[in-house]
C-alpha cells in the first residue's frame, strides 16, 4: 500500500512491531503462522509479537526458520471465540490471546495489532483497553472497497462498529476516514460523500441532511473536498474516494459485495469448465482472467481498521486464509510505519477545535438574531 503525501515514516532503521492474534480466525493458527512467513518475506523491517497457545504455535514456527529472529511468541492460556458476547468478554477476557494482543500496543510494545477475531469482543476489548481518542464520539471500522481510482480502491467507513451513526458521528468519520486516504492510499486531497438513496438534497434521514449541511465546514478543517451525498452505484467509482455512512448500512453493502465478488467468480469458473470449448477459451483468457482474479479478490483488501481509538487495531476477515493474513498484517505494517495515529489524532483535535469554535459562532448568531425586550415596557421588542 502507497504512502500519503501527509506521512512521516519511521527512520529506515527503525523497527515495526505488529502484534498479532493467531488463535482467534476460523482457519486456526496454522494460517495466521502461513500469514506471517509472507509478510516478513516482504517487509524486512516487520518484527512481529504473536500470541495464543504455545503447545499449538511453538511446532508451528520452529518449522518455518526465517521467523526465529523476528517473531516473539508470547503465550497465551484462553481464545476468545466467534460465540463469545462482547460484554463477557470485557468482564472476563483476560488472559485470552485477544487481550494480550492490545495490551501490547496498549503498553507501546508494538505499533498495532491484527486480529482474526470475533469483531464485537475485539472492538469491545480495544475500546477498553485502549480508550477512544481525545473528541472522538464512536470509533468506526473502515475498509477499503475495489474501485476506478487511480489507487485502485476507495475507502468507506462505519462498516460494523456500530449500527448507528449520528451527525457528530458522521462529520467525525470524514475527518477520520480523509486522514486515513491521505496516508494510507496517497490521496493528496481525498474527495469524501455521505452514503444516501439518492444525490439530491431533499433525500434521506434528518441526520444525513444535517451532516450534509455541516459538512463543508469541517471539510475546510479536515483538507478534504464535500463531493455531497453519493449512492450504492458510487462505492466503486472514481467519483469519491471516501464513502461516510453508518454501520448497519456499510455492513450491508460490505458483505454483498464480497458476496457479490464471489458469485462472479463462481459464474466466470462454471462458464469456463462447461466443456472442451469453454475451457480452450479460458487457456487463451487466461492472463486476462487472473487480472480479473486479482481485482476482485477481497484477500487483497483484507483488514478493517478501527479508527478513532487511542491504538492502531486491524480486524482480518475471520475465514482469512495466509493471503489474508498476510494483506492484514501488511496493512497494519505500513499504518505503524507512517505513524498513521499521530496524524488522525492531530486531525480529529483540530477538527473539534473547529467545530466547537462553530458551534459557538452559531449560539452567538442565534442570540444577536434574537428579539430582545426594554425593561418596564410589557416584553414589546426594542426598534
Known sequence: MALG???????????????VDAMGGDRGPAAVVAGLVDSIAQYPRLDVIVHGDEVVLRPLLDRQADLAARVTLRHADRV??????????????????MWSTIDAVKDGEAGAAVSCGNTGALMAVAMLRLRKLPGVNRPAIACLWPSRNPGGFNLMLDVGADVKAEV????????????????????ARPRVGILNVGTEEHKGRAELKEAHDR????????????????????????????????????????????????????????????????????????????????????????????????????KSHGSADATGVAAAIGLAYQLAQVRFLERLAARVASAEAAGQDAARMRVDRAEADRPHTVPGTGGNPTE
Open 80 to 97: 476468545v471465540t466467534m460465540q463469545d458476547k462482547p460484554a463477557q468478554v470485557m468482564r472476563h477476557g483476560q488472559g485470552t490471546s
Open 168 to 187: 457528530e458521528d458522521l462529520l467525525q468519520f470524514a475527518v477520520m476516514g480523509a486522514s486515513y486516504a491521505r496516508n494510507g492510499l496517497k490521496v
Open 215 to 314: 459538512m463543508a465546514a469541517v471539510a475546510a478543517v479536515g483538507d478534504f473536498d464535500y463531493v455531497g451525498f453519493v449512492e450504492g452505484g458510487d462505492l466503486p467509482s472514481a467519483r469519491v474516494d471516501v464513502i461516510v455512512t453508518d454501520g448497519f448500512t456499510g455492513n450491508v453493502a460490505l458483505k454483498t459485495g464480497e458476496g457479490t465478488a464471489k458469485l462472479i467468480a463462481d459464474f466466470l469458473r462454471e462458464a469456463f469448465g462447461a466443456g472442451l470449448m469453454s475451457k480452450f477459451a479460458a487457456l487463451l483468457a487466461l492472463n486476462s482472467l487472473k487480472r480479473l482474479q486479482r481485482r476482485i479478490d477481497p484477500r487483497r483488501v483484507n483488514g478493517g481498521v478501527f479508527l478513532g481509538l487511542n491504538g492502531t487495531v486491524v
Open 5 to 19: 503525501p501527509e506521512s512521516a515514516s519511521a527512520p529506515g532503521t527503525e523497527r515495526v512491531v505488529i502484534s
